[in-house]
């Protein structure tokens, strides 16, 4: 089955960078989008970026500027999200989605902890 694993997640103090990895594993079908989404305690969850089959590429509108988001040209299963200029209001679970177009599947999720 399609397993959906996050990583790279930590504690950084403010201004500092992190780089998100999801790496999707399981099927042959190619994914129609890899998207991140963050979820901070009590909140909803919101998106943060998306990236297609055809590196089109979405950002949050409140963090644009500070996020890229990049796919694994080999694999196309990979995806990365570098996060600079991080802010304590960016600290939540951050989550990846892989939508297949019919189906989608979702991580675990990694912790962003932005203090100092």
């Known amino acids: 089955q399609v397993q959906v694993v996050e990583s790279g997640g930590g504690l950084v103090q403010p201004g500092g960078s992190l780089r998100l990895s999801c790496k999707v594993s399981g099927s042959n079908f190619p994914i129609y989008t890899l998207e991140w989404y963050r979820q901070a305690p009590g909140q909803q969850r919101e998106f943060v970026a998306s990236?297609?089959?055809?590196?089109?590429?979405?950002y949050r509108d409140s963090m644009k500027g500070r996020l890229t988001i990049s796919r694994d040209n080999a694999t196309k299963n990979t995806v990365y999200l570098q996060m600079d200029s991080l802010k304590p209001e960016d600290t939540a679970a951050y989550s990846c989605?892989?939508?297949?177009?019919?189906?989608?599947?979702w991580g675990q999720g990694t912790q962003v902890t932005v203090s100092s």
């Open positions: 989605n892989a939508d297949y177009g019919f189906i989608d599947f």
């Open positions: 990236i297609t089959s055809t590196d089109s590429t979405r």
